[in-house]
């Protein structure tokens, strides 16, 4: 089982920019790729980047190519997703997700553990 933690969520002014953390408990992350979904209200929930667990291949939904970063530091157990240049139409939750092996995916359903979100929020 693998607990994950996102936190760095808030409100933002169209334009700005948030950083988005997900931390694992107990195992490491160094196992697992590592994926990126927000949900936003009476919408499914969505893809949005994914990184697989080296860290050396990325994947990212093309409404926000070039705005977002993926990234993650296996020794301090924590993946990152740097959001810039914000739309109101990014406001979502945004969820962190792990599937054990190395190869990310952007499948909702491709994940084993999830964690329980953190609200972004971009007011134009």
């Known amino acids: 089982q693998v607990q994950l933690v996102e936190s760095g969520g808030g409100l933002v002014q169209a334009g700005g920019s948030l950083r988005l953390s997900c931390a694992a408990s107990?195992?490491?992350?160094?196992?697992?790729?590592m994926g990126w979904f927000r949900q936003a209200p009476g919408k499914e929930r969505e893809f949005v980047a994914a990184?697989?667990?080296?860290?050396?291949?990325?994947y990212y939904a093309g409404s926000v190519k070039g705005r977002f970063t993926v990234s993650r530091d296996n020794a301090k157990n924590t993946v990152y997703l740097q959001m810039n240049n914000l739309k109101p139409e990014d406001t979502a939750v945004y969820y962190c997700?792990?599937?054990?092996?190395?190869?990310?995916?952007?499948?909702?359903?491709?994940?084993?553990?999830w964690g329980q979100g953190t609200q972004v929020t971009v007011s134009s």
């Open positions: 107990e195992r490491s992350l160094s196992n697992y790729a």
């Open positions: 990184i697989s667990r080296s860290g050396g291949i990325t």
């Open positions: 997700a792990a599937r054990a092996g190395n190869l990310a995916s952007i499948v909702v359903n491709a994940y084993d553990y």
